[in-house]
C-alpha cells in the first residue's frame, strides 16, 4: 500500500523530467545499482515511518534534484573537457564586416586577422528609362531579344498587341526573364504615372564580357522595344571588392569571403580604419551549465531546509550538502561561486567570468576532481537512499554476524530510483 501510494503520487503529482544520455544506463548498470541498493540495506535497522504527503512529496523532490544535480556536473565537465572545447569570433568592428565560424576544426584557423575593406563589390543594374505607364509607345508586333550573359546567349520574343500599355509590357517581360533563371532579376519600378523595368545581375564582380560587364541586352530593330524601355543602359558598373588583408591587397567578386573555409566573413560598408577579427574560446554553454548547476544546487538546499514532517532527517540532508561546499569553500570563492549565509550558491558574475577564461573554474569540474567527486559521492547517497532523510521509528537492529538483504526495505523507494528509466 506504501509503495502505491509513493508512485500514485509521484504519477499524479510531479513534473515528467526530460531525460538526457546522463539518464539513460546499460542493464547491468542498474543491476548493480539495483545490487548496492540491496547490500545498502544490509546494514540498516528496520523502522517504521509514516508516508504522509508531505514525506511523500519531500522524499520524491530530494531524489529528483539530486540526480539533477548530479547531472547539471556531468554537463560542467563534459563542457571544460578539451575534446568538445568550443570556440568563437568577434570583431571589433561589426558595422563594417560580420564574422561567423563555418567549422569546428580550429587547428588551421588563425587567431587573430586584420581587415581593411576599401572597396564593396557591386553587381550590374541596367535601370531602364521611366515611361508613361498607360502610354502605347511600343510598336504592335513581334519583338526580339538577345542577353549576352558570360559564354551564353539568351533569346526571348514578345509579341504586343495594338494598344497594350507599357506597363503591362513591362510586365510580362520581366516575368518571362524572371522565368528563365539565367541569374538576372527583373522588377518593374512604379512611380506615379510613370514605370521602368530595371534588370540587376544576381552575382556581383565584374563580368567576362567586354568592360568587365556581367551581361548586354539588344533589341532585333533600331529604336524598337529595348531602346524605347532603356534595358541596355548600364546605370551601375559591376565591381570587386577589394580590401586587405593583414596588409595585403586582396580582390573577390563575393562581399561574402571566408579563411581557410573556417571563418565566413561579409563586407559590409567601406571602413575607415583596420579591424580585428579575433578567434577565442566560447564559455557560453559552459556559463549556461553553471547557471544550471547553482540552480539545483539551491533547489536541493531548498528542499532540505523544509522541515515538515521531517525536521532532524532534513538536518542529516543539510549537513551532508554543506559538508561538500564547507571543504571546498575558497575554492568555490576564488571561482566565482560564493556561498551565502544560508548555504546557497551565488554567482559572482565578472569573477567568474574571468576564472573562466584563466581555467581556474575549470579546475573545479575536471573530470577527476575532488570536487567533482565529492558532489557525486553526496548525490549517490541520496539517489540510493533517500528514505535516510526521513524521520523513522527504529524498530530493531539488524544481525551484524549473519547478515542478510531485507526484500521489504528497497521496494518502498525502488520505484522511486527507477522511474527515469523505464
Not at 94 to 103: A, E, G, K, N
Not at 234 to 245: D, I, K, S
Not at 289 to 295: I, K, P, Q
Request: aromatic content about 8%.
Amino acid at each position: 500500500m506504501a509503495t502505491m501510494n509513493v508512485y500514485n503520487f509521484y504519477h499524479m503529482a510531479m513534473p515528467r523530467v526530460a531525460n538526457t544520455k546522463y539518464d539513460s544506463h546499460k542493464k547491468s548498470e542498474l543491476r548493480s545499482l539495483y545490487n548496492n541498493m540491496v547490500k545498502l540495506n544490509q546494514s540498516k535497522p528496520f523502522y517504521k515511518l509514516s508516508l504522509s504527503e508531505a514525506t511523500q512529496s519531500y522524499v520524491i523532490g530530494i531524489k529528483e534534484a539530486a540526480m539533477e544535480l548530479k547531472t547539471s556536473s556531468a554537463f560542467l565537465s563534459e563542457d571544460i573537457d578539451p575534446a568538445s572545447k568550443k570556440m568563437s569570433v568577434s570583431t571589433d568592428a561589426p558595422s563594417d564586416i560580420s564574422v561567423s565560424l563555418l567549422t569546428e576544426q580550429y587547428d588551421s584557423l588563425p587567431e587573430e586577422i586584420k581587415l581593411q575593406v576599401t572597396q564593396l563589390a557591386a553587381s550590374q543594374k541596367n535601370e531602364g528609362t521611366p515611361v508613361l505607364a498607360s502610354g502605347t509607345d511600343i510598336q504592335p508586333g513581334m519583338h526580339y531579344i538577345t542577353i549576352q550573359k558570360g559564354n551564353g546567349e539568351y533569346q526571348f520574343e514578345i509579341e504586343t498587341q495594338k494598344g497594350e500599355s507599357n506597363l503591362r509590357i513591362q510586365r510580362r517581360l520581366s516575368m518571362s526573364i524572371n522565368n528563365s533563371n539565367i541569374g538576372i532579376r527583373a522588377r518593374v519600378m512604379e512611380s506615379g504615372t510613370t514605370s521602368a523595368l530595371t534588370l540587376e545581375s544576381q552575382d556581383s564582380g565584374i563580368g567576362a564580357l567586354e568592360n568587365g560587364l556581367q551581361f548586354t541586352v539588344v533589341g532585333s530593330q533600331s529604336k524598337g522595344l529595348v531602346d524605347t524601355l532603356g534595358l541596355n543602359t548600364t546605370t551601375v558598373q559591376p565591381a570587386n571588392a577589394e580590401f586587405f588583408l593583414n596588409g595585403e591587397p586582396q580582390t573577390s567578386a563575393s562581399n561574402q569571403i571566408s579563411i581557410n573555409n573556417g571563418i565566413g566573413i561579409e563586407l559590409r560598408q567601406v571602413s575607415q580604419e583596420e579591424a580585428t577579427i579575433r578567434l577565442s574560446p566560447d564559455y557560453s554553454t559552459l556559463l549556461d551549465d553553471v547557471d544550471d548547476f547553482v540552480h539545483y544546487y539551491n533547489n536541493l538546499i531548498d528542499l532540505a531546509n523544509e522541515t515538515e514532517g521531517n525536521p532532524n532527517g532534513s538536518k542529516k540532508l543539510l549537513r551532508e550538502i554543506n559538508a561538500v561546499t564547507r571543504h571546498f569553500h575558497n575554492a568555490l570563492e576564488a571561482s566565482g561561486l560564493k556561498i551565502t549565509e544560508s548555504g546557497h550558491l551565488e554567482k559572482d558574475e565578472a569573477l567568474l567570468v574571468q576564472s573562466t577564461e584563466n581555467g581556474q573554474f575549470q579546475e573545479l569540474f575536471h573530470q577527476l576532481s575532488d570536487f567533482k567527486n565529492a558532489i557525486n559521492e553526496a548525490t549517490n547517497r541520496i539517489t540510493l537512499n533517500p528514505m535516510e532523510y526521513v524521520d523513522k521509528t527504529i524498530i530493531s537492529y539488524p544481525n551484524t554476524r549473519q547478515n542478510f538483504p531485507n526484500p521489504y526495505m528497497p521496494s518502498i523507494y525502488s520505484g522511486m530510483l527507477y522511474n527515469q528509466y523505464v
